[in-house]
């Protein structure tokens, strides 16, 4: 049953006539907690809509906190023990997180895969529950966070990524950062010409310009952008080549 409700109804028809969010054929189910927090449970088609969901919650008037249970279609159905093997390689494969310790937890048992290097402070923990992968431990730096986070996203199985990594000793975060973590990362996707993209960050909404080549492309530099930890906005004005 569909509940009413005046910040319910505000909600569900932003939702639903948002050019840029995506539903998927199951519903999106929204509720009450305490009578102004809201309860977000469901699936969306992307991370972006993902995102572009949560922001409409939170700038909807009456809404005092938000219960995030929303998840994003895997690209490719996988077992939680796939995901975090597919993780915990992307990890271990990483250059820049190579001195970065690893390991798995799976229920209670927490087993070190890569002790972290003499003189270096960080390790990272991977846990996996019905597809959402959660980052825990600390880490040297808030750009090997941010990229973490990202490697976790780039599993196809999986269905969120909770990026709970701390970073020691803490970091000022600025725009530039910002801007310089979607460089590194739009870099090492293969499947993207990062060299045809400008990036440009301003109050953590950050602005791509430049040329693609083809809309597939266009749309994975945009949900690049969105795996990036402390992105709020994207301006996505790339341009794709005719053939």
Same mark, same amino acid.
């Given at each position: 049953?569909?509940?009413?409700?005046?910040?319910?109804?505000?909600?569900?028809?932003?939702?639903?006539?948002?050019?840029?969010?995506?539903?998927?054929?199951?519903?999106?189910?929204?509720?009450?907690?305490?009578?102004?927090?809201?309860?977000?449970?469901?699936?969306?088609?992307?991370?972006?809509?993902?995102?572009?969901? #949560?922001?409409?919650?939170?700038?909807?008037?009456?809404?005092?906190?938000? @219960?995030?249970?929303?998840? !994003?279609?895997?690209?490719?159905?996988?077992?939680?023990?796939?995901?975090?093997?597919?993780?915990?390689?992307?990890?271990?494969?990483?250059?820049?997180?190579?001195?970065?310790?690893?390991?798995?937890?799976?229920?209670?048992?927490?087993?070190?895969?890569?002790?972290?290097?003499?003189?270096?402070?960080?390790?990272? =923990?991977?846990?996996?529950?019905?597809?959402?992968?959660?980052?825990?431990?600390?880490?040297?730096?808030?750009?090997?966070?941010? #990229?973490?986070?990202?490697? *976790?996203?780039?599993?196809?199985?999986?269905?969120? @990524?909770?990026?709970?990594?701390?970073?020691?000793?803490?970091?000022?975060?600025?725009?530039?950062? #910002?801007?310089? *973590?979607?460089?590194?990362?739009?870099?090492?996707?293969? $499947?993207?010409? *990062?060299?045809?993209?400008? !990036?440009?960050?301003?109050?953590?909404?950050?602005?791509?310009?430049?040329?693609?080549?083809? =809309?597939?492309?266009?749309?994975? *530099?945009?949900?690049?952008?969105?795996?990036? $930890?402390? @992105?709020?906005?994207? =301006?996505?004005? #790339?341009?794709?080549?005719?053939?």
């Amino acid at each position: 049953m569909t509940t009413a409700h005046p910040i319910l109804d505000s909600i569900r028809d932003a939702m639903e006539h948002h050019p840029n969010i995506h539903l998927t054929p199951r519903p999106v189910h929204l509720s009450l907690e305490k009578g102004d927090v809201l309860i977000l449970d469901g699936e969306v088609q992307d991370v972006a809509s993902k995102k572009l969901l #949560l922001e409409v919650a939170a700038s909807t008037r009456g809404v005092s906190g938000i @219960v995030d249970r929303l998840h !994003v279609v895997p690209a490719k159905p996988m077992s939680d023990t796939e995901v975090r093997q597919h993780v915990v390689d992307a990890l271990l494969d990483e250059p820049t997180l190579r001195d970065c310790g690893v390991r798995v937890r799976d229920g209670g048992e927490v087993r070190v895969l890569r002790p972290t290097a003499p003189g270096v402070r960080g390790c990272i =923990e991977v846990r996996v529950e019905d597809g959402v992968v959660t980052l825990d431990g600390d880490i040297n730096s808030l750009a090997a966070k941010r #990229l973490a986070g990202v490697l *976790a996203w780039w599993v196809p199985g999986a269905r969120d @990524v909770v990026n709970g990594l701390g970073v020691e000793p803490p970091e000022s975060d600025n725009d530039a950062e #910002l801007s310089e *973590a979607v460089h590194v990362v739009l870099d090492k996707d293969p $499947f993207i010409d *990062a060299g045809e993209i400008a !990036v440009d960050t301003h109050g953590r909404t950050v602005t791509l310009r430049g040329v693609v080549h083809g =809309e597939a492309q266009r749309r994975m *530099a945009e949900n690049d952008v969105w795996y990036v $930890f402390g @992105v709020d906005q994207v =301006e996505n004005h #790339l341009t794709v080549l005719a053939p």
